[in-house]
Structures are given as structure tokens and as C-alpha cells.
């Protein structure tokens, strides 16, 4: 469960290029939510996901996660609840190591380091089960390093990492902006196949509104540093292209004017 209760962020305060990037933004996402997030550029939407991850302090409010305030924890210690793809596919995997060793750290997350590591048979058994799964063939190439990787094999081991401990909360930033369509359908397939199935609280920043509607139980729209629409059940079930461009028209006061969404 998570609860962000009167967000408020902002950048260069007190200077000319004083931008306010979150504006009292509450929102709660109970056990099993899948929600999406879209928005337009400079909306709000990884500024979100990074003040919940720890990338950066919040000026005002707080950050509830599994009923531990973690507001004021740095990154680092948030880490242990948190999985995360981000948008580059470089980032989330160790790219000198290969891809046992990638998944034996995530496998290890929150563990008491020792100096004992190796992989025993069992675990190595394992991500090959969990690789072939992903229907790209690493299970044949566990001690390929990382870095062959394509972007599209890449981000869904990430995603497997990031999903691998059942996190309190998966955190997607755009997860599939990078990769070609096909490969991104591919990894967005993953996506929902791995959430349902471990049941994961996921909050997914997406640019593409038919994503944004198809996937997941709620969507929110966020512009200006607010939560603009907010969606869910049977109505998001139901919800087309215009119908969202038009509840964000009534709820804003403004015409939705992104051409990234539009043309998504």
C-alpha cells in the first residue's frame, strides 16, 4: 500500500527558473493497484515516481509505504520495497556483469552481505526457469555479459530483476519509451503478465494514452504538478481516446495539446 498525502516539490526555489513540479498531489494505491500515469511534458509524472523512490527530497508532505513513513529515508534504504525499470535500458542492470550474476544481486536484495556469494545450482535452476518465460532465449546465455544485450532483452531482464523479490511497490518510468514498437509490446506483455501474476502494487508513467488505458485497474492524468483526472473500475473499462481527452479538458479547464500523447 502507498500513500502520498500533500505533495508539494520545487525546483530552483526563489530563482527566475522557479518551476513547481508537484503541488499538493495526494494519491493512495492499495494492495494490488496497477495504475497508469500520463501526462504531458513537465505534467508531474517522473517527478512522482522519483520522490517516492528517494531520488530527490520532497519540500512538503509525506510518503507512507506499507505503513512505514519513508519520506525522509534516502534512496538507498527505500530500495528494499522498491523494484524500478527505468526508461533507458542501460540503467538497472550491471552491463559487466552477466546475466546470472545480474539476477543473483537482485535475487540477494535486502539480504545480509557476506563474503560468501556464489550462485548455488538451485538458484542457477531457477532463472533459467524464470528466463524461459520471457521467450527470448537468455536461458541459453546466462554467462553472456549484459552489455551484448539488445535494449529490448535488456529491459526485460531489468523487469524480471525488478520483479523477482515481489516488491512492495514496482515503480515503471516509462519503461518502453526507448525500444522500437514491436519490442515495446513485447516488454508491456511481460509487464502485465508478471504484475497479475505475483499480484504487484505498480504505479507506470507511460506517454502512450492507449497504454495508459489499456493496462492496469486505474489511470491518472496528471498537468501542472496535479492529479487532473483520476479514473477507475468500470468507467476506465469502458474509457476511449476521447473520452479521456475530454475529462481532462473538463477537469483542467484546458485542451489537452501533446502531440506525444496524441499521436501515441
Do not use: C
Not at 123 to 140: F, H, P, S, T, V
Amino acid at each position: 500500500m502507498l500513500e502520498v498525502k500533500k505533495l508539494k516539490k520545487v525546483f530552483n526555489a526563489g530563482t527566475v527558473n522557479e518551476k513547481v513540479a508537484l503541488s499538493d498531489v495526494n494519491l493512495t494505491l492499495n494492495d494490488g493497484d496497477f495504475i497508469t500515469v500520463i501526462g504531458g511534458n513537465g505534467a508531474g509524472k517522473s517527478t512522482l515516481l522519483n520522490s517516492i523512490a528517494g531520488v530527490f527530497p520532497v519540500d512538503e508532505g509525506h510518503i507512507v509505504l506499507d505503513h512505514v513513513d519513508v519520506t525522509r529515508l534516502p534512496e538507498h534504504k527505500r530500495a528494499r520495497y522498491l523494484g524500478r525499470v527505468f526508461q533507458d535500458p542501460m540503467m538497472g542492470t550491471a552491463a559487466d556483469m552477466n546475466i546470472e550474476e545480474n539476477l543473483a544481486l537482485a535475487y540477494r536484495r535486502g539480504r545480509m552481505r557476506t563474503l560468501r556469494w556464489g550462485v548455488t545450482n538451485a538458484e542457477r535452476a531457477k532463472y533459467k526457469e524464470l528466463l524461459k518465460q520471457l521467450d527470448l532465449g537468455l536461458e541459453n546465455r546466462m554467462s553472456d555479459k549484459v552489455g551484448l544485450l539488445s535494449g529490448g532483452q535488456r529491459q526485460a531482464l531489468t523487469l524480471l530483476m525488478a520483479t523477482l523479490k515481489a516488491p512492495k511497490l514496482l515503480l515503471l518510468d516509462e519503461h518502453t519509451a526507448a525500444l522500437d514498437p514491436k519490442t515495446a509490446q513485447k516488454v508491456l506483455d511481460m509487464t502485465q503478465k508478471l504484475v497479475g501474476e505475483n499480484q504487484l502494487t505498480t504505479l507506470m508513467v507511460t506517454h502512450n494514452m492507449q497504454d495508459a488505458i489499456r493496462l492496469g485497474n486505474r489511470l491518472i492524468m496528471m498537468n501542472n504538478g496535479h492529479i487532473a483526472v483520476d479514473i477507475a473500475g468500470e468507467e476506465k473499462q469502458k474509457l476511449t481516446r476521447e473520452d479521456l481527452m475530454a475529462l481532462f479538458a473538463a477537469s483542467s479547464g484546458q485542451e489537452l495539446a501533446n502531440d506525444r500523447m496524441l499521436l501515441s
